[in-house]
């Protein structure tokens, strides 16, 4: 492939993820944070994903004696920490988009993307528990992705390998 089609393919690509994160943040926004002039936009330190289903009205019961079952409340969040490196020698790399979704039917993408430090380190702190994939790409890098389990209130850390390529010059990280 030539070097103009290698970049429609990588332009068409960011366009594509790009396009997907926004449809994503606003259709699972819940909808009294819409407002009556259509979606609201997402203000700084929203970053934790959110799926709101619609609820089906039910009849009245008679009140009934209170259950001695333990109330469900959600899982406390964890933290991951992830360090991109050049594959073949494990140098750090600076300014690494990194970004993650949770493994669920459907899945949710991470709204949150960070750049690695000049220690190659990117932090997420308030991340929810269970199965996640996350990616890692840089510019003059292929992408690099792995898929971990998140533990309730646990740390992940996971480092990413990325693989010099001249051609991969996007820095936008998509799971």
Not at 12 to 22: E, R, T
Not at 23 to 50: D, H, I, K, N, Y
Not at 131 to 136: K, N, P, S, Y
Not at 162 to 172: I, K, R
Request: with cysteine; hydrophobic share 35%; proline share 12%.
């Amino acid at each position: 492939m030539s070097p103009a089609g290698r970049w429609g393919v990588t332009l068409a690509g960011v366009v594509l993820s790009l396009s997907l994160a926004a449809f994503l943040r606003t259709a699972l926004r819940p909808p009294e944070s819409r407002g009556p002039a259509g979606p609201a936009r997402p203000s700084v330190g929203q970053g934790s994903p959110r799926i709101v289903k619609k609820q089906r009205p039910q009849a009245p019961t008679a009140p009934s004696e209170p259950s001695e079952s333990p109330v469900s409340t959600p899982a406390e969040p964890g933290r991951v920490e992830v360090r991109a490196t050049r594959g073949w020698d494990g140098y750090p790399l600076r300014g690494v988009a990194v970004g993650m979704m949770l493994e669920t039917k459907p899945r949710v993408v991470f709204p949150v993307q960070a750049r690695t430090d000049e220690h190659g380190m990117a932090y997420f702190p308030n991340v929810p528990s269970g199965r996640l994939t996350i990616c890692a790409r840089g510019t003059g890098y292929l992408e690099s992705c792995r898929t971990a389990d998140l533990q309730a209130g646990g740390n992940l850390n996971m480092g990413l390998g990325l693989t010099e390529d001249e051609t991969a010059s996007a820095p936008v990280a998509t799971p």
